[in-house]
């Protein structure tokens, strides 16, 4: 991994609301075979009806939408291709109601930042059963710093979660509640989600349990699924065992040496 690619962790990214449906056409293009400037062409004339203004900051915030989209679905870090590729393939074959789980893992694989709102909004979901846009936002700011830019950020997301039908507004202004839960079966779709979940932590590993139950994944239910069987699905997990009663899942040791080769490469560049 990078330098650059070891920075996503801590940098935000998105600043835009992400639609569902913008996603879903963005893969749908690439799947048909487009390079990534042929992609942005063809968006930048579908979507400019949802920006049109005279304001240059509203045409500019096409240009944004459309950079966030692609890096998603076309233009991804290097280190996740091969987790990109197997997206895609998921896409290719499974049915459209799976499709949101997969947009899911794929953003917050490429923005960390994704999860990491999740995985707070989750939390308070699960202990209170709602969450208020400022309890999120207070986390998210003790996670990335005390700037306003974390808060705006964070209710980019929020009102994208909205969107994807995963979070509901209720009757309190700034107030949250959860749709019902979207159940995955499929064991492929399970274990990249897992992978999903690893890709976006710096450490690049977890408890089988954690990632099942994983607050940042809060509006999916993963059927239980083994170890071994995780690790017979993707080559590019390991698995440890973990005490008695569970095991440890990481990505492999190229992904490991990548990080603490980009982490020593940082080190050496602030002597």
């Known amino acids: 991994m990078s330098t650059q690619g070891n920075r996503r962790y801590s940098q935000i ?3 835009r609301l992400v639609r569902l449906e913008w996603l879903e056409r963005t893969a749908t293009l690439v799947l048909a075979g487009n390079e990534v400037s042929t992609v942005k062409a063809i968006l930048q004339e579908e979507l400019s009806g949802a920006f049109r203004s005279n304001n240059t900051k509203v045409r500019g915030s096409l240009d944004k939408t459309i950079t966030i ?4 679905w076309g ?3 290097k280190n996740l291709y091969p987790f990109y590729k197997e997206g895609l393939n998921l ?5 459209r109601e799976n499709h949101i789980a997969v947009h899911w893992g794929m953003t917050m694989a490429v923005y960390p930042f994704w999860g990491a709102v999740a995985n707070h909004l989750g939390r308070l979901l699960r202990l209170q059963g709602k969450a208020a846009a400022s309890q999120v936002q207070r986390r998210v700011r003790e996670q990335y710093g005390e700037r306003e830019t974390v808060s705006r950020r964070v209710r980019y ?3 994208s979660f909205v969107d994807w039908e995963v979070l509901q507004e209720t009757s309190e202004k700034g107030v949250y509640c959860y749709e019902s839960n979207l159940f995955v079966y499929e064991p492929e779709l399970i274990t990249w989600m897992m992978e999903a979940s690893l890709r976006a932590r710096i450490n690049g590993s977890a408890a089988t349990r954690d990632l099942l139950d994983s607050p940042s994944i809060f509006p999916f239910r993963l059927a239980h699924i083994s170890a071994e069987h995780v690790a017979s699905l993707s080559p590019r997990l390991n698995v440890l065992r973990h005490g008695l009663d569970d095991d440890l899942v990481m990505l492999r040791e190229d992904h490991c040496k990548e990080t603490k080769r980009s982490k020593l490469g940082e080190s050496e560049s602030s002597l």
């Open 69 to 72: 989209l692609t890096k998603v």
């Open 13 to 15: 990214g998105l600043d």
């Open 157 to 159: 997301l929020l009102r």
């Open 91 to 95: 896409l290719s074959h499974l049915p």
């Open 75 to 77: 233009d991804v870090p």
